[in-house]
Structure formats: structure tokens, C-alpha cells
């Protein structure tokens, strides 16, 4: 069963990310987004790791790269046509292990790539990670942060996805903690001292290294993964004890459905949008910070949005081998159940009667029923349906 709880919060999360890009408010950046979208998918990680072992990471990569495959079908041959090199490095785009290559304006455009480059690094290491975090989870958990740290002093430099390790993986490893119930174990009084540690020298540090846009988080990497770390332990360690709240509302319970059935959709083609609304927005005056002028300009974001999720949702419900749909969570309309004959009792000294299942099978149709309706066939049916 789905917990509704953490699909409100990557729901809120995924629109943070949309209103932030489009309106540019350094504030929004105190609402770790990012952490958030991380620490989540690390929970979801160690979970479909303990049900399928090992394989849960083809599972994961093969609901995350079709989405990037039908923007890279769009988007790198435009490229290719204005000037982008054509050779051996476009293979990234079919799986991102490293930053894949774009030209000047698709560099703009797609320049939220990093987060699947990352998830895609995060998912390959979860097994090793998760492994480890359960024999060690205290050293294991601070070893991202000691890493960044390490970078953010200067004695250490290396790829992107390395520092990212630092900056991203300890709220994932967060997740671990979450998934593992590590964080309920712990009391209210522990939970609220821990997170003012993380917050308050996340603060500290925010508040003594500016970056080039001032306090905007995402130029911050150390302040910014403390300060995520304290509200991710808020966040996933005061887990409300009812959800039904969210649901009182369909348009709200609906929309949290939606966000997340199409949360990739949403995250890869927000940004382009972001940009041609940005380029149509400046020569009628409604370019800026002003609350007005970026109201306009989220509205516009938005209904394109929608409009994306309705072209390229579909491919998020068949790289989860659902039945496509235009948008999640409508009423479904299900078939009148169908009446089927009483068991009669069971003899064992009834002659002819096979042991066991076949047993089983053999009294449903004497009574009347196909084998296929016992109790037994449907269960199994059901059970190789799901994925």
C-alpha cells in the first residue's frame, strides 16, 4: 500500500522545483527540493531491494531511462542540427553516467540532466551502500558529508558526480534510515535536538559562505546538505499516524496522483518550458522577481506543463508496465463480479478425489466452475500480475 504521506511530499517537492526554476526566488532554496526528491527515492531503493535483491536495480533503471530516451529522441538531433558534434559521446544520453553532451542553447534547456546522472550512480551503489549501512549505519551515514566536506575545503577535486555523492547521498542514505525505521525509533526530544545540529551548523556555515548568487542554497553545497539533512529528519521522522486527510479532497488527492505518476515527465520537461516562457516573457515586460510578473509567468509554466504531461506521461506508465493513461488516478470502472457455484464439501473418502490442490481443483468442477476460478489460480494470477 502506497503511503500518501510520502507522495505529498515528493508531490510538494517536484512543484518547489518548478516554481523555483521559473521564478528564481533565492528563498525557495531553504525548501530543500532536491534532498527531499533524494532521501525519498533512497527509501523506495532499500525497499524494492529487500523484496527483489540485486535485480530491483534493473527494475529501477527501466522506470527511469525511458523518459530521458523520448526527451534525448527530441531534443539531440535538434541539437545535432545546430551545431552539436556528432561521436561516440551522444551514448550518454542513453544513460547518463556522466554529463552527456549539449550545445549552447540545449545546455540551458536540459540543464536539470544532473539528477538523473546521479540517480542513476545512486541506484548502481545502493546495494553495496544499503549493505553497509545495516552492519555500520552511524559511520556509513556521516561518510557522504565528511566527503563533501573534504571537496569543500579544497583538498580534494574530482568529477561532478563525486562531489554530488557528497552533496546528495547522505539524504539518500536518509531514505535507508526511514525505510529501516530508524528514525521512528527514535524519541521526539532526539529527533527535534538532532535536527536543530544539522540546521543551526548548516546556518552557520550558509551565513559565513555565500555564494555567487548570495544565499541561494544550491551554490552552497556543505550549508546545503546540513540544512537538508536536519528537515529530511523532520520530515520522514514525524511521520503523521493518519493520511486520510490528504484524500478528504479529490482534486487534491488527485493532484498528489497525478505529480507522482508523472514526477520524471514533470522534472525533465519542465526546464525547457521554464526557458521559452522566460524568452517570450522579456520583450512584454514580465521578466524579474516581482511577485506579479512571476505569478504570470508560473501560470504559463504550468499550462504547458500539463500540456507536456499529456504528450509524454504515457511513457512513465509503460516503463512501469501500467496500462498508459492521459492522466493517473481516474476512476476506473470495473466489471460486475461474477457469481460463481458454492464449494461442496470436502470428503476425503469421496472416491476419486485427488490429494492436495488437484483436490482442490477437482471439487470446483464438479461444482460447476473452470479450474481457473479456484481460489488458488486467481491467487497465483494475481501475484505474477504485479511488478
Same mark, same amino acid.
Given at each position: ?56 536495480? /534493473?527494475?529501477?533503471? @527501466?522506470?527511469?531511462? +525511458?523518459? *530521458?530516451?523520448?526527451?534525448? %529522441? =527530441?531534443?539531440?538531433?535538434?541539437? #545535432? ?99 529501516? /525505521?530508524?528514525?521512528? @525509533?527514535?524519541?521526539? +526530544?532526539? *529527533?527535534?535536538?538532532?535536527? %536543530? =545540529?544539522?540546521?543551526?551548523?548548516? #546556518? ?114 509503460? %516503463? ?68
Amino acid at each position: 500500500m502506497r503511503n500518501r504521506y510520502i507522495d505529498l511530499l515528493r508531490a510538494l517537492a517536484i512543484v518547489r522545483v518548478v516554481v523555483y526554476h521559473t521564478s528564481g526566488w533565492t528563498l525557495l532554496s531553504f525548501l530543500p527540493a532536491m534532498s527531499v526528491m533524494f532521501a525519498l527515492g533512497g527509501s523506495l531503493m532499500a525497499s524494492s531491494l529487500d523484496r527483489s535483491g540485486v535485480s530491483a536495480v /534493473g527494475r529501477r533503471l @527501466r522506470r527511469l531511462l +525511458p523518459s *530521458l530516451w523520448l526527451l534525448s %529522441a =527530441v531534443f539531440v538531433p535538434a541539437m #545535432a542540427l545546430t551545431g552539436l558534434a556528432v561521436d561516440w559521446k551522444l551514448l550518454l544520453w542513453v544513460a547518463p553516467l556522466a554529463d552527456p553532451p549539449a550545445n549552447g542553447w540545449g545546455a540551458l534547456m536540459l540543464s536539470t540532466i544532473w539528477y538523473l546522472r546521479d540517480y542513476l550512480w545512486f541506484v548502481l551503489a545502493s546495494p553495496l551502500a544499503l549493505w553497509l549501512f545495516r552492519r555500520c549505519p552511524v559511520p556509513v551515514l556521516l561518510a557522504p558529508y565528511a566527503l563533501l566536506l573534504v571537496f569543500e575545503l579544497g583538498w580534494l577535486s574530482g568529477p561532478p558526480v563525486l562531489r554530488d555523492f557528497g552533496l546528495y547521498f547522505g539524504a539518500w542514505m536518509l531514505g535507508f534510515a526511514h525505510h529501516d /525505521g530508524l528514525l521512528r @525509533r527514535w524519541s521526539r +526530544p532526539v *529527533l527535534v535536538g538532532v535536527a %536543530a =545540529v544539522l540546521c543551526g551548523t548548516g #546556518a552557520a556555515w550558509i551565513a559565513t559562505h555565500p555564494g555567487f548568487r548570495g544565499y541561494d542554497l544550491n551554490d552552497i553545497p556543505l550549508g546545503n546538505a546540513l540544512w537538508s539533512a536536519g528537515l529530511i529528519v523532520v520530515a520522514l521522522g514525524f511521520l503523521p499516524s493518519r493520511t486520510r486527510w490528504i484524500s478528504r479532497s479529490r482534486f487534491v488527492d488527485r493532484t498528489v496522483t497525478v505529480l507522482n505518476a508523472r514526477a520524471l515527465t514533470i522534472y525533465l520537461w519542465h526546464m525547457p518550458l521554464v526557458v521559452l516562457v522566460a524568452w517570450a516573457a522579456a520583450p512584454l515586460g514580465y521578466e524579474g522577481l516581482q511577485p506579479y510578473r512571476v505569478g504570470v509567468r508560473v501560470v504559463a509554466v504550468g499550462m504547458l506543463v500539463v500540456l507536456a504531461v499529456a504528450l509524454f506521461g504515457w511513457v512513465e506508465d509503460l %516503463a512501469a508496465r501500467r496500462r498508459p493513461v492521459l492522466l493517473p488516478g481516474g476512476l476506473t470502472h470495473r466489471a460486475p463480479a461474477r457469481t460463481v457455484p458454492a464449494l461442496p464439501p470436502a470428503s476425503a473418502a469421496e472416491p476419486g478425489a485427488p490429494p492436495g490442490r488437484e483436490r482442490l481443483e477437482w471439487q470446483w468442477t464438479r461444482a460447476g466452475a473452470s479450474p481457473e476460478e479456484t481460489v488458488v489460480s486467481r491467487w497465483t494470477a494475481a501475484s505474477r500480475s504485479g511488478d
